[in-house]
């Protein structure tokens, strides 16, 4: 056993789960009710004392897995619903029941449920599972999770939290102790020496600290920087690679072992074991390996991108400025054309006269030119464009050429020709002058596209020497173009980076896939379980049946919100754009007296505690205790922009309090989980489901916001629609119920629709999101797949419904439907689908499995430049999807007004969000990927917090208006929004610890409300 315990649980949390349980009347009459069996049981026992004890018992039980020792005075309520419900009232002697009754009954309840009680099973079975778990994740909090589960799962009772502390301490430690025997058996000393060298110091900064920096931009310099952390520490990275596989534990673990590099502080690291450093530096270095390998890709893609543009806007103006110049001449030329008909020159007039009077409109030497643009042989684009690069030679080999030689490329059986010059270009860069010469006659040039061969190729003049010269600089450039076509493509990658890797390199690998079956039949996907045909019969039955239902009621006049359109020959149609009525800062709001930021937090706080989610960065020796008020400033700080140092000036803490809070217990990790905390608060209030917008799921939206940065970061881009001429993020959110379940920070240039898997699927908090809209951007050829496959309906919104409806399907013969108004334009082809049923089975379960990166996946497959059967086949489906759905949207109009009204909501959070952001400036001030991520995550748990307060407002008033019956108003609060921040003071100076706070009366606010008076009305 480990020495010291973990510290896993929060007293608070600790309490939750070992305290007796306290029911709520429905509660009671759910865990106190008796089956069959269970009331013969209770029958059996002999007094009344022992019947309410094994009832009381088996109820508690069946709540927590948990025996307990308790009096019957200390739970009277739960003991007079017993006495009520089962034993008509009876008198009974409350005193405690005897041992043995206790555990007579205790034995009774385990066979009744057929749970396993024998501590010493319980403890061995879970040190087995614990063994295998820890090879997952060592997390403890994870581990902690996975015993409750298996518990519930293999039937056995929770045993006592620390008991629980010591075998996850164990697991630890007996993992660790596995791995440092594996670590010391592989590393050598000059191994050894790598590892402890990133520990030490340079230029003022250590070297892991250095490496786990994000460049600021693209510049030279920030490139330069990326290029030496590769190469200075590539025997680590080798390192990595060759010891890591051979531990033989998961991705899921190296990237928690990995943070613990990062996040730790250098000299905590440092007194760390020898092999527990080697982990923690080689699972980080792996990861940063391939994070500065992204860095480095998409820098070759930004400069490469950009010096194309560049030749490109040249040669137009070189062009322009040519053509208005031959303009000019031409001028000239047209007055020369009329000597031919001009009777006053005489055929008897000489040549050369009449070739001077032409250079009085056209000077000499230009003729040639204007006969070569006459006959259309000037402007040569492509000659020009090239033109143009070979001036760009010393930005290419600066910032190009440099990312070039460092970069791992590799491709498929297609690219033999362009890996075959990336070879010779690599070697001849790392060559010298003499070599450089000799090589130049062995150039490979099977690669040059025949378009291109004209203006790379230089006919020799020489007679002497009949061979082609190739223009280096022009045929260097080719090739960095080809490789960015083809990386787009798909037929070329680099592998050792996370997210420019082959598609296959992020599936399942072929070991795994051979054991299919049980695979699936863990991931437990009915769908992906089922054959291909069993999954199209299916669609077919659907897709059909609307084709003509919804066709017959356009015909009939029953679709009455169509609006068909002729003109001429061609005929068009509409659907109307519904207004919602969900908006934000309600007029009830402004009936409430207004509050501070501050005292909303304090509140929130009070009510679901989702401080307990802020748990230290070190699970052993925490010195530093969370401090409450600490951690709220520094919410607000993040949310306003305001930053902790300015927050210190505004408010009544001091900085070195709110440092050490946002050093040690804010990270993203612990962020979300507290913001998952206050949603899963809203959600338990019985106003939520009056929010419901269907009547059996919830329906949410995905959008993106976009806000501006005020430091250079490697994640924030130009955007001059929005930003100008600065760069910015987007804050990619999923609301259900107008609450921000779900956020993430993504590049300006991202498309959004490749991250609305991952926001949907790994949403943790308790609110199952059914229905998901989004407007135009968060459609692309999968989504309609990827959702269907976990169950969930992708329902985006259509503007200009008439040119959707041109991607219709249908499975049969396409001149079955001619005579329909809404007919498909393509049949869908069942054998490719069927084919291809096994590759797709592996990337959605991939997908499943969370294991990588999963909108990498989803980007690769969204690609119209990459070209596979696979991705072919998945378009496919994913097209007999969306006709399902656009058929549907078409003819429900309950549908049209649900799809916009949940964008409308989440258009609502964007209001909030942003005039959160607008307190002190709307700029982001985070230096890193990370740090935006962490302010953003910050401000959703503000608006979080607000959206909690005025929903328990709404909340009050519903229990008010339903004592009073009234209907009419009841039904109102339905389209009231909780996102409001009229009645909440975002500004001015913060107290955070003043004396003699009044509490916040929600009955009091929620009575002075009235209804009747509001200005907002149902249309």
């Not at 749970?115 to 997952?136: G, P, Q, V």
């Not at 054309?337 to 000489?350: G, H, P, V």
């Not at 003109?567 to 659907?575: A, H, K, R, V």
């Not at 001030?925 to 959703?940: F, K, T, Y």
């Amino acid at each position: 056993m480990t020495k010291k315990r973990l510290k896993i649980l929060s007293q608070l949390e600790i309490n939750e789960l070992y305290n007796i349980p306290c029911f709520t009347k429905s509660e009671q009459q759910a865990f106190f009710s008796l089956n069959n069996e269970e009331y013969t049981i209770m029958n059996s026992r002999r007094s009344v004392a022992s019947k309410v004890h094994f009832i009381l018992q088996l109820g508690y039980f069946k709540a927590t897995s948990q025996f307990f020792s308790f009096a019957f005075n200390n739970l009277q309520q739960d003991v007079n619903f017993i006495l009520n419900e089962h034993l008509n009232n009876s008198m009974f002697c409350d005193k405690m029941v005897s041992k043995q009754t206790r555990q007579t009954n205790q034995l009774l309840i385990a066979k009744s449920v057929k749970y396993e009680t024998n501590k010493t099973k319980i403890y061995s079975n879970l040190k087995k599972m614990l063994e295998t778990k820890s090879r997952t994740s060592c997390n403890p909090i994870y581990l902690f999770h996975e015993i409750l589960c298996y518990n519930q799962n293999a039937k056995l009772m929770l045993l006592g939290y620390s008991t629980l502390q010591d075998l996850i301490g164990h697991a630890i430690s007996s993992e660790e102790e596995r791995l440092s025997k594996i670590i010391t058996k592989q590393l050598t000393s000059k191994d050894w020496e790598h590892i402890e060298n990133t520990l030490s110091k340079t230029d003022n900064e250590y070297i892991l600290t250095a490496l786990k920096k994000d460049p600021k931009s693209f510049k030279t310099k920030h490139v330069k920087a990326e290029i030496s952390k590769l190469s200075d520490n590539l025997q680590l990275y080798y390192l990595a690679n060759r010891i890591l596989p051979k531990l033989d534990i998961t991705h899921q673990n190296i990237t928690y072992y990995a943070s613990l590099a990062e996040h730790n502080p250098i000299n905590d690291i440092k007194k760390l074991s020898s092999t527990k450093k080697a982990l923690y530096i080689l699972s980080f270095y792996f990861l940063r390996h391939q994070k500065i390998k992204d860095n480095l890709t998409m820098s070759f893609m930004y400069y490469i991108n950009k010096y194309q543009a560049d030749a490109s806007g040249k040669t137009r103006d070189r062009i322009f400025a040519d053509k208005m110049e031959i303009n000019n001449d031409c001028k000239g030329m047209a007055i020369i054309l009329r000597f031919f008909d001009d009777e006053n020159i005489s055929d008897d007039t000489s040549f050369g006269s009449v070739r001077k009077n032409a250079f009085k409109h056209v000077e000499r030497g230009k003729f040639s030119e204007i006969s070569d643009y006459l006959q259309g042989l000037l402007f040569d684009y492509q000659a020009i464009r090239w033109e143009e690069i070979a001036k760009l030679k010393g930005c290419i080999t600066k910032n190009i050429r440099s990312i070039f030689n460092v970069l791992e490329i590799d491709g498929d059986k297609t690219q033999k020709n362009l890996l075959a010059s990336i070879s010779f270009l690599k070697k001849y860069f790392a060559s010298t002058s003499k070599i450089r010469k000799k090589m130049l006659a062995n150039i490979p040039i099977s690669c040059i596209p025949k378009k291109w061969k004209q203006y790379l190729i230089i006919s020799s003049k020489d007679e002497s020497n009949s061979e082609d010269v190739i223009d280096l600089v022009k045929y260097e450039f080719m090739i960095y173009q080809l490789i960015l076509e083809k990386i787009e493509a798909g037929n070329m990658y680099i592998n050792s980076s996370l997210s420019f890797k082959s598609l296959t390199s992020h599936l399942i690998n072929d070991e795994r896939w051979s054991n299919k079956e049980s695979l699936l039949k863990n991931i437990g996907n009915k769908k992906l379980q089922m054959t291909a045909d069993q999954l199209l019969d299916t669609l077919e039955e659907e897709l059909e049946q609307l084709i003509q239902n919804v066709n017959k009621r356009i015909a009939s006049g029953e679709n009455s919100s169509i609006k068909i359109k002729k003109d001429g020959d061609e005929i068009s149609f509409s659907l109307p754009y519904p207004d919602s009525v969900d908006k934000e800062n309600h007029s009830v709001f402004k009936q409430i007296p207004q509050i501070s930021i501050t005292e909303v937090i304090q509140f929130v706080q009070n009510q679901c505690d989702f401080m307990k989610s802020f748990t230290h960065i070190k699970p052993y020796d925490a010195k530093d205790i969370l401090d409450h008020t600490a951690v709220m400033a520094c919410i607000i700080a993040n949310a306003t922009n305001l930053g902790t140092y300015k927050m210190a000036e505004s408010s009544d803490l001091d900085y070195h309090r709110m440092h050490i809070q946002m050093k040690n217990f804010m990270r993203i990790e612990t962020l979300k989980k507290a913001n998952d905390q206050i949603a899963n608060a809203i959600a338990d209030l019985p106003i939520f489901k009056y929010w419901d917008i269907h009547d059996d799921y919830i329906h949410g939206s995905v959008d993106g916001q976009k806000f501006e940065t005020r430091l250079n970061t490697f994640i924030a881009r130009y955007s001059s629609k929005y930003f100008g001429v600065n760069k910015g993020v987007v804050a990619y959110t999923l609301c259900a119920n107008h609450i921000p379940v779900n956020a993430r920070i993504i590049s300006a240039n991202q498309h959004e629709s490749h991250y609305l898997f991952d926001m949907l699927f790994n949403n943790s908090s308790d609110i199952d999101v059914k229905w998901l809209s989004g407007d135009g951007h968060s459609i692309n050829q999968v989504n309609f797949s990827l959702l269907d496959f976990i169950d969930k309906q992708f329902a985006p919104h259509f503007k200009r419904i008439h040119r959707k409806v041109v991607k219709i399907c249908g499975f049969k013969s396409l001149g079955k439907y001619k005579n329909l108004f809404i007919k498909p334009q393509f049949k869908i082809d069942r054998k490719r689908f069927n084919r291809e049923w096994d590759n797709i089975q592996r990337i959605i379960a991939s997908l499943l499995l969370g294991e990588t990166t999963q909108h990498s996946i989803v980007s690769k497959l969204s690609s119209h430049k990459r070209k596979s059967k696979t991705k072919d086949a998945l378009w496919g489906y994913d097209r007999i999807l969306m006709s399902i759905y656009l058929l549907k949207f078409i003819d429900n109009p309950t549908i049209q007004l649900n799809v916009r009204r949940t964008l409308n909501r989440g258009e609502a959070y964007h209001q909030l969000r942003r005039a959160i952001a607008n307190v002190h400036s709307s700029k982001f001030r985070g230096s890193s990927e990370r740090g935006i991520e962490l302010w953003n995550e910050c401000a959703r748990l503000m608006a979080n917090c607000m959206i909690y307060y005025n929903a328990t407002i709404l909340n009050a008033l519903l229990s008010k208006l339903k004592n009073e019956e009234n209907i009419k108003l009841t039904n109102l609060l339905k389209y009231i929004s909780p996102v409001a921040w009229v009645n909440i003071n975002l500004y001015g100076y913060y107290t955070f610890e003043q004396a003699h706070k009044p509490s916040i009366d929600i009955e009091k606010l929620a009575n002075a409300i009235n209804m009747v008076n509001t200005t907002e009305t149902l249309d």
